[in-house]
């Protein structure tokens, strides 16, 4: 009876520890689909970081503006960047994990294949750094986020919350530091310069560009371009229709 009544116990414990869970997970990532978040972990993990090492607080620059107010340009050049497949993936791009394991099976560096919807769960809600549990959460929340938002609403957030340079967090504060200009003003070069450093924001400089950082910038362009421009995103927009799959190059 004794062993019947812990199994009991712990089985009880299980299903309250799970509800929990999905309670604590469910309801701030549906909460988000509409509000716009007041921060996010990568910009509360650089405060932190900054005063764990007893640095000079690290300024946050952030504004978060409304996706109808950011230049279409800055929406294709993310894509071109960082997930060319995003207007019609459900979260994950397996093509592009399975090149990168490849590459990396053949001696090559490993390198990352997040989607943008993978990239938002990742920047808002966990921490940095790789393991096999934040992979794992990361993957649970993106499948919330690819069920819960709208594509619009996914690549809006992404665009707020991405870093573009030390302590710039979303492209309307980029853009008004690089170029003072709100983000709706931005041009498809503007557009492709900030994009060009997402992958490294804080090595790579939009106000003092690399040669690297400038052929990035031209290869986006191009890329931009073969994908037919803003136009590529019309089917992530509300009542259109879907948009034909496109030819796809990686960098």
Do not use: C
């Not at 459900?90 to 001696?107: L, P, S, V």
């Not at 809006?156 to 003003?185: C, D, K, M, T, W």
Request: no cysteine.
């Amino acid at each position: 009876m004794a062993k019947k009544g812990a199994g009991g116990w712990l089985r009880r414990a299980l299903i309250q520890v799970a509800l929990a869970w999905v309670v604590l997970t469910v309801v701030p990532v549906l909460l988000l689909r509409w509000m716009a978040p007041v921060t996010s972990a990568f910009m509360l993990e650089a405060r932190w970081h900054a005063a764990r090492t007893r640095e000079r607080g690290e300024h946050i620059d952030y504004h978060w503006v409304g996706y109808r107010r950011i230049s279409p340009e800055a929406g294709i050049a993310a894509v071109a960047s960082e997930d060319q497949t995003f207007p019609f993936n459900h979260g994950f791009d397996f093509q592009a994990i399975d090149e990168a394991i490849q590459t990396y099976e053949r001696g090559g560096r490993l390198r990352g294949a997040s989607t943008i919807t993978q990239q938002v769960a990742k920047n808002l809600f966990l921490w940095g750094g790789r393991s096999w549990v934040r992979k794992g959460i990361e993957a649970y929340l993106t499948v919330l986020i690819d069920v819960l938002w709208p594509k619009q609403r996914v690549l809006s957030v992404y665009l707020n919350i991405a870093q573009f340079g030390r302590g710039i967090y979303g492209v309307q504060a980029a853009s008004e530091r690089f170029f003072h200009e709100p983000a709706s003003r931005l041009t498809a070069d503007q557009a492709a310069l900030l994009a060009a450093v997402l992958p490294d924001p804080v090595h790579w400089h939009v106000e003092r560009p690399s040669h690297f950082v400038l052929w990035r910038q031209q290869w986006l362009l191009h890329q931009m371009a073969d994908l037919g421009g803003p136009g590529y995103l019309r089917s992530i927009a509300p009542s259109r229709p879907a948009a034909k799959q496109g030819r796809i190059r990686h960098n």
